[in-house]
Structures are given as structure tokens and as C-alpha cells.
């Protein structure tokens, strides 16, 4: 009998035929094969296929394949609707699941989460699929008709246009656009180290109305940018954020406002040019109602509660209605100078507290709470803890490591993200 210790070493070249079991959080399939596991874009759970081995990671049992010839194919699956898309006629990688319907693409994200020992029923569908996003960064490329806006293709140093991207909300769309067409007749260029003056990033926000454009260059570009600036139409607020020099940071310093508008306002919250808006407000207030109740539905009412991540202020404006008080955390210092309080972090904020609250909500980066904060919350032992979490491997190492001191009574997942493989969870824990 052959057993997995006694068959050949897999090679770069090998053909085999796999059936992928899970998919990662790139979108790309995962499917054991020999020696190790095999990561494939575009092949899903449900479908085979013969997979070409082009990558074995020499540190982890690893590999990753391209397809060769197709097996079962899922019959959800359609002719990519987008130009950018690199199946398509762009290059861009942005929507890796865009090739499902978006029925078939939350499936799969079920799949991706129970790969994580995160188990749901469904995930939750999104008002719209396309045309979504009202927050959107941006990189500036050079290219021979000058400098245009697109991201950076995954896995390499190449760059994909954006333009006629359809997940990005009309009004952003076209405002980068107009952004290029002016760039290219001011003839302006993009940071390179040959041109150190160039444009960096460009970060777009709208509330549906007014747009918000924050450039992102060294400081000599500011001239340009006011001069870009006087050329775009009234909607679309103009803001410069300064970056420091021989630094990689896409957000810049302190931004100047170079013309109103210099805020959005959506549900009665000001967002500024580096303020933090999510991406899809319409799906993420739809997760504050959830996030906000308990497993059975309750709003969640006290004397005390904290807002860890509150970034610009919505769940903490929405605890204050059945919270005596509300005591917002927010280390980025523009959010928090909204929300009235010094920048801090999670852990020397809780650290700081001299007793429990009975609620604390935490809205954390895609990395999760992680262990220090984790043993904080621990140590605090308030009596409720739900977590709205963008990252759902974080958060699955964050109710590891919460375990057996909190109790897991509620997980929902939504669709956040439509044509991409993210997706969002709550968690609702109480102590053991």
C-alpha cells in the first residue's frame, strides 16, 4: 500500500488533477495534492481540473498552480461583465470571484470561512453588486500618454488600469477620470525615483453627492496640485497630503485642503481626506444594527460602554443613544480629534480603564485584535464583547485566543464586497 510519506516529491511542471476543498482569502482554490497543499486562481470549490505546478514555496508545505484543462465547472459560472478585469480585456485582479454569480460567489465565501473554523449558515447579500464603492485608493503609474490611476496587480510590481473599473461608485469612477484627462494636459507625471516630484496616490471618497480627492506626493508637488486642483469641477473637493521623503506610506501626513469641499457627510457623521470610510456603507450600517443588538435581537443598553477602532465615529454616534456614556478609542489622529478624544491605541486604552464597562464594541484592521489586546479584554472580563471584523483569519485567531475566558453566542457574516473574495463578520461574545 502507498502511503502519502512514500509518494515522490511534488516538482515544478507536474500536471495533476485537483478539486479544491476550500478557497483562501485571495479567492484562489485550495486542494491537497501529494506533499502539500495546491493554491489555484480561478477554480473553485465544486469544480476540477488538471492544474500545472508553476511555485513550491521552499519554507511551508506549499504550492501554487495554474489551470491547464477544466474538469466539472460550476454552472454559475458567467462572462466577466468588467474591461479591467483580467478576464476581461484589463489586466486588473481586484475581482477575483467576478467570473460566479454573486449567489454562487457568497457560497464560496461560506467555504472560505469554514476553511478559518468560522461556520455560517449564509452570508448576507449586499443591496448592490456593482458600482458599491465609495472609498477607493488609487496609485499613480507612468505611462507614455502620462500618468494614470489604477492598482497594483496581486502578487507582482506590475499595474493595472482602473478606469473603467464597475465596482467603484460612479461618481468616484468619474471623478478619476477627470483627475487623469487634467493631470495629462497640466503634464503631470508620476513618482518615480527618475521623476521624485511626481504624483503617489490619490485617495477618492464620495457621500453619493460630493466628492473628496486627497493627493498623495512629496511636498513639491503641492504647486501642482493646486493648479490640478483649479481645473476640476465644484463637486469635487481638493485635499494634499504631503508624504515624507524616501517614505512608502500611501496616506501621506496632515492634509492641506486646497478647496471645499473639505468633509462628507453621510448619516450625520463628518469624514475628512483621510478620514476612514468604509468602503460600502450601505452593507457596513446594515452591520451596525446587527453588531449593536444582542444574539436576540435587543439593542444593547447600559451606563458604560467603549468604541475600540471607532475611526469616524458611527457605531460610537449610535451607542450613544442607550449608553449613558460612550468613550470612543481611535489611535489615527484626524479621526480622532473628531470624535474628541487624544489618538490612542487598544491596549494602553484599556489598559488605562480603571473598571469594566458592561459593553465593548471593536472595529479592528484586517490584522484582527491580536494577542496583547486580546489578553487586555481577558484581564478587563466586561460582561459583552462583539467584534465587527474586516479579516476573518485574524478574527479567528482572536476568538482562539478569547476562549474559554468568553463565550461565542452569535457569528453572521455579509457579503461586503461583491466580485472579491472579502468578507465581513460579527462576532458576539459574552463571558464564560
Known amino acids: 500500500m502507498c502511503t502519502r510519506a512514500m509518494l515522490p516529491a511534488m516538482r515544478r511542471g507536474d500536471r495533476t488533477m485537483l478539486r479544491p476543498h476550500a478557497l483562501d482569502l485571495e479567492g484562489r482554490g485550495i486542494a491537497d495534492a501529494e506533499d502539500r497543499q495546491v493554491f489555484v486562481e480561478n477554480l473553485f470549490v465544486g469544480e476540477s481540473a488538471e492544474v500545472a505546478i508553476e511555485h513550491l514555496s521552499r519554507g511551508a508545505p506549499v504550492a501554487f498552480g495554474r489551470v491547464v484543462e477544466r474538469g466539472d465547472t460550476l454552472p454559475t459560472r458567467r462572462e466577466v461583465p468588467c474591461e479591467s478585469h483580467y478576464q476581461s480585456s484589463g489586466r486588473c485582479s481586484g475581482c477575483p470571484l467576478m467570473t460566479l454569480s454573486e449567489e454562487a460567489q457568497r457560497l464560496q465565501k461560506v467555504a472560505l470561512l469554514a476553511h478559518l473554523s468560522l461556520t455560517v449558515e449564509r452570508v448576507e447579500e449586499a443591496p448592490r453588486a456593482l458600482g458599491y464603492r465609495m472609498a477607493s485608493k488609487r496609485v499613480a503609474f507612468p505611462t507614455r500618454a502620462g500618468l494614470t490611476l489604477g492598482s497594483y496587480i496581486r502578487g507582482s510590481h506590475r499595474w493595472a488600469d482602473m478606469a473603467h473599473c464597475l ?108 478620514g476612514f470610510l468604509q468602503p460600502n456603507p450601505e452593507v457596513a450600517h446594515q452591520m451596525y444594527d446587527v453588531l449593536l443588538r444582542d444574539e436576540h435581537g435587543n439593542p444593547l443598553q447600559g451606563s458604560l460602554a467603549f468604541d475600540l477602532y471607532a475611526g469616524a465615529g458611527f457605531t460610537t454616534r449610535r451607542l450613544a443613544t442607550n449608553f449613558e456614556t460612550v468613550v470612543p478609542c481611535e489611535s489615527y489622529a484626524e479621526s480622532a480629534a473628531a470624535l474628541g478624544v487624544e489618538p490612542s491605541d487598544a491596549v494602553t486604552f484599556l489598559a488605562n480603564a480603571s473598571s469594566a464597562p458592561e459593553f465593548i464594541n471593536a472595529n479592528p484592521p484586517r490584522k484582527g485584535l491580536g494577542a496583547n489586546v486580546c489578553a487586555t479584554l481577558r484581564r478587563l472580563g466586561a460582561p459583552r464583547v462583539h467584534i465587527m471584523a474586516c479579516g476573518p483569519k485574524g478574527l479567528a485567531r482572536d476568538l482562539a485566543d478569547l476562549t474559554p475566558h468568553y463565550r461565542l453566542v452569535e457569528l453572521r457574516a455579509f457579503d461586503t464586497l461583491p466580485q472579491t473574495p472579502h468578507v465581513e463578520v460579527i462576532a458576539k461574545l459574552v463571558l464564560a
Do not use: C, Y
Open 167 to 274: 465596482v467603484d461608485h460612479p461618481q468616484i469612477a468619474d471623478a478619476a477620470r477627470l483627475l487623469v484627462t487634467e493631470a495629462r494636459a497640466l503634464g503631470l507625471r508620476a513618482w518615480t525615483k527618475r521623476e521624485p516630484k511626481g504624483l503617489r496616490a490619490v485617495w477618492l471618497k464620495t457621500d453619493g453627492r460630493a466628492v473628496l480627492v486627497t493627493l498623495v506626493a512629496p511636498p513639491a508637488f503641492q504647486a501642482f496640485a493646486t493648479d490640478l486642483a483649479a481645473r476640476l469641477p465644484a463637486h469635487i473637493g481638493i485635499a494634499f497630503s504631503s508624504q515624507t521623503e524616501g517614505s512608502n506610506n500611501l496616506r501621506g501626513n496632515k492634509p492641506i485642503v486646497l478647496r471645499e469641499p473639505s468633509s462628507l457627510t453621510l448619516e450625520g457623521t463628518e469624514v475628512g481626506p483621510l
